[in-house]
């Protein structure tokens, strides 16, 4: 059994930087599809960033792209959400999850196992 758990959240100035982390115990984690999701109060859950199992394949949705990068490192069992030039915008539960298969998925029903979540907050 996978379980992933956040951190690296936290409260920030818009236009600052943030780097999450996402750390799975269990076995086979380099096989599997790594996604970032977020929750802002009163909002659907929405696709953030996802990285291939190998890492070689990245998305981001359009609202961040050019301002995240998720990357991972499979000797640590862990994935990265790096995020610069934070909104207020941004501000949201941030969450990590594994999909199972080693190929990107951008919605939520693709993934199995998710993380608790990191708040992140933007000031002006």
């Known amino acids: 059994q996978v379980q992933l758990v956040e951190s690296g959240g936290g409260l920030v100035q818009a236009g600052g930087s943030l780097r999450l982390s996402c750390a799975a115990s269990g076995r086979f984690f380099s096989n599997n599809a790594m996604g970032w999701f977020r929750q802002a109060p009163g909002k659907e859950r929405e696709f953030v960033a996802a990285i291939s199992a190998s890492g070689y394949s990245r998305h981001y949705a359009d609202s961040v792209k050019g301002r995240f990068t998720i990357s991972r490192d499979n000797a640590k069992n862990t994935v990265y959400l790096q995020m610069n030039s934070l909104k207020l915008d941004d501000t949201a539960i941030y969450l990590c999850?594994?999909?199972?298969?080693?190929?990107?998925?951008?919605?939520?029903?693709?993934?199995?196992?998710w993380g608790q979540g990191t708040q992140v907050t933007v000031s002006s």
């Open positions: 999850a594994t999909r199972g298969y080693p190929s990107i998925g951008m919605r939520v029903n693709e993934y199995a196992t």
